[in-house]
C-alpha cells in the first residue's frame, strides 16, 4: 500500500539554518546509520552533532530515533520540549509548524489519524497567518491533506491538496527566479499525493495527470545542486518516502 507523504521545512521561516559543516556531516553520518539500523551509532552522532549545533532540524533526527527504537512517547516528549521552546521565543515561528508535523507523523504511523489531522490543522493556522505566498503554508495545506487521506477521509484530503499545488505555482510566479527553489521542489511530492487521491477516488485520467507532473518535476529535484545541504535534504526526503512505504 502506497500512501501520501508529507513535506518538511528545512528553512523554517525563510532563512537558511546556518551549522558549522562538522555538524552537518554529523547529522548526514547519524542518518546514514538510522537507515543501516544502526541505532546507537546515529545517537552517538546525532548527540555530536546537536552539542555542535542547536539547529532544530536535528531534533526531528533525534526523534526520528525514537521512533525507530519502538519509543513514540519520548518522541513527541522531545518534540514538544522543542514546540515548547520556541513558543517562548515567537510564538508565530514556523519552526514550530514544523515540529508539529513530525509530531503528527508519529501520530499517524500509531494510527491515531484524528490526532495527526488536530496537529496538522494546529500547523496550518501557524503557517497560513504568516501569509498564504509561501512555501510553508502549501506544505501545511499538504500534510492536512496527508493527515485526512490516511484517515480515510480522501475526497476532503484532495482539496487540500489542490490548495497547496496552488498556493506552489502561485508562489514560483510572484517570487524572483532564483528564490523559486523552494516551491519547486515540493512539486513532486504534493503532485504524487495528488495523483494517489484521484486515483483512490477512481478518477484515473486526472491521477494520471498528477503522476505525470510528479515525475517530471522530480527531475529537477534530482539534478539540484549537490551540496551537503541539498544531499541533506534529498537524505531526508527519501527516508520521509520509505517510512511511507
Given at each position: 500500500f502506497v500512501r501520501p507523504?508529507?513535506?518538511?521545512?528545512n528553512e523554517p521561516d525563510g532563512i537558511q539554518v546556518q551549522m558549522p559543516v562538522a555538524a552537518l556531516?554529523?547529522?548526514?553520518?547519524?542518518?546514514?546509520?538510522?537507515?543501516?539500523?544502526?541505532?546507537?551509532?546515529s545517537e552517538r552522532s546525532l548527540a555530536k552533532a546537536y552539542s555542535l549545533s542547536r539547529a532544530p532540524t536535528i531534533i526531528p533526527l533525534m526523534a526520528r530515533l525514537?521512533?525507530?527504537r519502538g519509543q513514540r512517547d519520548a518522541a513527541l516528549?522531545?518534540?514538544q520540549s522543542a514546540i515548547d521552546a520556541l513558543e517562548k521565543e515567537d510564538p508565530s515561528s514556523s519552526k514550530i509548524a514544523s515540529m508539529l508535523w513530525h509530531q503528527a507523523s508519529i501520530h499517524y504511523?500509531?494510527?491515531?489519524?484524528?490526532?495527526?489531522?488536530?496537529?496538522?490543522?494546529?500547523?496550518?493556522?501557524?503557517?497560513?497567518?504568516?501569509?498564504?505566498?509561501?512555501?510553508?503554508y502549501a506544505a501545511g495545506q499538504n500534510n492536512l491533506g496527508v493527515a485526512l487521506q490516511l484517515g480515510g477521509s480522501t475526497a476532503r484530503a484532495l482539496e487540500y491538496y489542490e490548495r497547496s499545488f496552488v498556493a506552489l505555482q502561485n508562489g514560483m510566479r510572484n517570487t524572483q527566479p532564483g528564490s523559486?527553489?523552494?516551491?519547486?521542489?515540493?512539486?513532486?511530492?504534493?503532485?504524487?499525493?495528488?495523483g494517489l487521491a484521484f486515483w483512490q477516488l477512481g478518477d484515473l485520467a486526472r491521477a494520471m495527470d498528477s503522476f505525470r507532473v510528479a515525475l517530471e518535476?522530480?527531475?529537477?529535484?534530482?539534478?539540484?545542486?549537490?551540496?551537503?545541504?541539498?544531499?541533506?535534504?534529498?537524505?531526508q526526503a527519501i527516508a520521509i518516502?520509505?517510512?511511507a512505504l
Open positions: 507523504v508529507m513535506i518538511w521545512s556531516h554529523l547529522m548526514l553520518e547519524g542518518l546514514a546509520h538510522m537507515t543501516a539500523k544502526e541505532y546507537d551509532a525514537d521512533v525507530r516528549r522531545r518534540l504511523t500509531a494510527g491515531a489519524h484524528g490526532r495527526a489531522a488536530e496537529v496538522c490543522e494546529r500547523a496550518l493556522a501557524i503557517v497560513t497567518a504568516r501569509g498564504t505566498d509561501t512555501a510553508e523559486s527553489r523552494k516551491y519547486k521542489m515540493q512539486i513532486p511530492a504534493v503532485a504524487a499525493n495528488r518535476e522530480r527531475a529537477f529535484y534530482e539534478n539540484e545542486s549537490n551540496t551537503e545541504r541539498a544531499r541533506l535534504a534529498k537524505a518516502e520509505l517510512d
